[in-house]
């Protein structure tokens, strides 16, 4: 898992996405809040068809992510949890 995820992390940022969306996201029905320099991603992370919300922040470098479980034109977040690899938390570099 933690191999396949970091393939996906590396076709992602080759692809360059860009996270485009202008509105508020929501998570629990509230604004979503994951700190300064927040870096979104939207893609299908679990595979169910629908895209996720991949989030980096700054507080540690850590990504969490938001599985939709809503649809891709509403997308709902309802939950979180962060990356991990087999040793601790998934981070990039911060600062
Ligand atoms: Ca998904």
Do not use: C, H
């Amino acid at each position: 898992m933690f191999l396949q995820s970091l393939s996906l992390i590396t076709a992602l940022l080759l692809q360059m996405v860009e996270f485009t969306y202008q509105g508020t996201v929501l998570y629990q029905g509230q604004k979503l809040d994951v700190g300064s320099y927040a870096a979104p991603l939207m893609v299908d992370w679990d595979g169910d068809g629908l895209q996720d919300l991949l989030a980096g922040q700054y507080d540690e470098g850590r990504i969490r992510f938001f599985p939709n479980s809503g649809t891709n034109e509403t997308p709902v977040f309802n939950e979180f949890q962060y990356l991990m690899d087999g040793t601790g938390y998934l981070s990039v570099p911060n600062g």
